[in-house]
């Protein structure tokens, strides 16, 4: 291992000393051994002329985020729960020829403000933070590969695991500005 590496849990090599990746540029760069830290998390931001607490129930009613995302085709509560922290729901979702389901628990619903939620219950965080602007909201969705997320990668797909976790990323990264465009569309145009 490189002196400037460190081997997170699960073993996956990062590279601590990374550069982040700027925002709207993506770029996963999986070089030798070597996944950088900063590319296992990453947000962008749009502003749209509505308020923070529409935005949020746009954002919070998850059975609407197959309209908006690349990936997830389809989400619904599981046992008839809602936007609530501790509620559970399903996606469906699909890429590079390939469908899959995954479940996820909402860790934050404070309307007006932040809905999250972590995929598998510990694997993936994603975010929705609502900021009042003088124009509207800015809206900020984050994604963070957590070290659960990466223990499971390594324990499901062993020496693929650095590969697969930088095509995670690279959705993530190109995803999250198209997610946010979508919602904008949605949110302005009604």
Not at 106 to 130: D, H, K, L, Q
Not at 140 to 145: I, R
Request: proline share 5%; aromatic share 10%.
């Amino acid at each position: 291992m490189c002196p400037g590496c460190f081997v997170i849990m699960g073993g996956v090599t990062v590279d601590h000393g990374a550069a982040p990746v700027r925002a709207g540029r993506p770029g996963i760069r999986v070089t030798g051994h070597t996944m950088r830290m900063a590319d296992l998390s990453y947000e962008e931001s749009i502003v749209i002329a509505r308020s923070p607490e529409m935005l949020y129930d746009l954002v919070a009613d998850v059975t609407r985020m197959g309209a908006w995302s690349p990936v997830c085709q389809a989400c619904w509560w599981d046992e008839g729960a809602g936007p609530r922290v501790g509620a559970w729901f399903t996606g469906r979702n699909e890429a590079a020829g390939r469908t899959w389901e995954t479940r996820s628990e909402v860790v934050a619903a404070e309307p007006g403000r932040e809905f999250a939620f972590v995929v598998g219950g510990a694997w993936v965080r994603w975010s929705y933070t609502f900021a009042p602007v003088d124009v509207g909201t800015r809206v900020t969705e984050s994604w963070e590969f957590l070290p659960a997320g990466l223990a499971r990668f390594k324990e499901r797909y062993g020496a693929d695991a650095q590969a697969q976790i930088a095509d995670r990323t690279q959705a993530a990264h190109s995803g999250i500005p198209v997610t946010l465009a979508a919602i904008k569309r949605t949110a302005e145009s009604a």
